[in-house]
């Protein structure tokens, strides 16, 4: 027989165990029963019924509360810069650049984005394609879209850590999902609208925490407005180097790179891809690193 005190660590941890199922099957619940409301909302605005009854099938997507609640959780000035101005990291740029040689110079006398800075990029983003995330947009996208529905934002708000909950109030929680649930709607949109046009299960494409996806990241509506078609198939795939590479040169150039900036107008650019100062920095200073290194024959 368990000592008394014992027992009663037991029963503690049992209490708060089946606590966290019920706020997580609440969430759950509650984010689900707004599927229903947003499938309406976007045939509402457009999209073809058969389509969206298609995408919102149970076994296509289905509430998760886990990027509504780490989205709102996390801290960038934590994440360690640092990592990607070692010497490893330059010499793996420096080999990306050999194997694109072709593309990236093309690329450079097209749109004075030299290849230095294009793997820079990539390299910050995803680690030259390495790791281009495993979180389902689709779902991503939904769920942030729901997340100012009344009820999930209560039983989401109970899920945070008490930590959490002492330094953030339920009005400012309220907030973040309000603002986040308007811009993940319009992200959502085009989501599907770039799915459609390449004739994409949506439900397959994966990507970050904040719903960007490929190679150097972007969020649908920079998709939509910046996707090239680097390799001339007709299609704009962001998992494909050509695609990603023209297409990355197209928004740094749409956000004013040109040669001849000077460093704080290059931080000025980086920063629109990314409002982030440590990011922009970090780029920028690899790919110095990168360029005095030399250029790597192909």
């Given amino acids: 027989m368990e000592p008394p005190l014992e027992r009663g660590k037991s029963l ?14 609440t969430s759950v619940s509650a984010g689900a029963a707004s599927f229903d409301s947003l499938s309406q909302r976007l045939i509402s605005d457009g999209f073809e ?3 969206i009854e298609r995408v919102y099938s149970p076994s296509s997507v289905q509430f998760d509360p886990k990027p509504v609640l780490t989205y709102f959780k996390i801290r960038e000035s934590k994440l360690n810069y640092g990592q990607f101005l070692e010497p490893e990291q330059v010499a793996r740029c420096r080999e990306y650049i050999g194997l694109h040689l072709e593309a990236l110079t093309r690329i450079e006398k097209e749109t004075g984005v030299p290849p230095s800075l294009l793997a820079a990029l990539f390299m910050v983003e995803t680690r030259l394609g ?3 995330g495993r979180f389902q947009v689709l779902s991503v ?20 850590e008490p930590s959490e909950r002492e330094r953030n109030s339920f009005e400012l929680f309220q907030q973040f999902c309000v603002r986040k649930s308007a811009w993940a709607y319009r992200e959502l949109k085009a989501f599907l609208k770039h799915a459609a046009a ?4 949506p439900e397959t494409i994966r990507g970050s925490l904040a719903g960007a996806f490929g190679i150097p990241q972007f969020i649908p509506s920079n998709v939509l407005r910046y996707g090239a078609d680097g390799d001339g198939d007709g299609q704009v795939d962001l998992f494909s180097d050509a695609d990603a590479l023209a ?14 900036l000077n460093p704080k107008q290059r931080h000025k650019v980086l920063k629109c891809y990314n409002q982030s100062d440590v990011y922009a920095r970090t780029v920028l200073d690899l790919a110095r690193l990168i ?4 250029t790597p024959s192909k």
């Fill in 12 to 25: 503690m941890l049992r209490f708060i165990l089946i606590s966290s199922i019920v706020f997580l099957a």
């Fill in 198 to 201: 390449g004739e994409i299960q």
């Fill in 291 to 294: 360029d005095d290194a030399g």
């Fill in 141 to 160: 996208l939904s769920s942030l879209s729901v997340s100012s529905d009344p009820e999930t934002m209560k039983a989401l708000y109970a899920q945070l």
């Fill in 49 to 51: 019924t058969a389509y």
């Fill in 130 to 132: 390495a790791y281009t």
């Fill in 247 to 260: 297409s990355a040169a197209k928004i740094l150039g749409g956000c004013g790179w040109k040669p001849g």
